[in-house]
């Protein structure tokens, strides 16, 4: 089964989607909170190229924020990844 791994922070509401996204298709997932990073901005864009959390990590290959990860599951490649 393909490792997600959600960077993400408490006060953030595109993270708190993208977690209850996951839990709705029971996927499991690791969290990393950057609330105590000073830096949590310069770590995201240096993993997903991004400025903005969430970030959705899968398989290692960032795929972007909640936005992204809502298109995957309307289009239903979340699922095809997750299917084997």
Not at 35 to 41: A, E, K, M, Y
Not at 44 to 51: I, R, T
């Amino acid at each position: 089964m393909p490792e997600i791994v959600l960077y993400t922070t408490t006060w953030c509401g595109y993270c708190i989607r993208a977690k209850a996204l996951l839990n709705s298709l029971d996927l499991g997932y690791d969290e990393i909170p950057l609330d105590d990073d000073p830096g949590f901005r310069k770590r995201v864009f240096e993993l997903g190229h991004q400025w903005t959390v969430p970030l959705v990590v899968i398989d290692g290959e960032p795929i972007g924020g909640y936005d992204e990860l809502a298109a995957l599951n309307r289009s239903g490649a979340l699922a095809e990844r997750f299917a084997a």
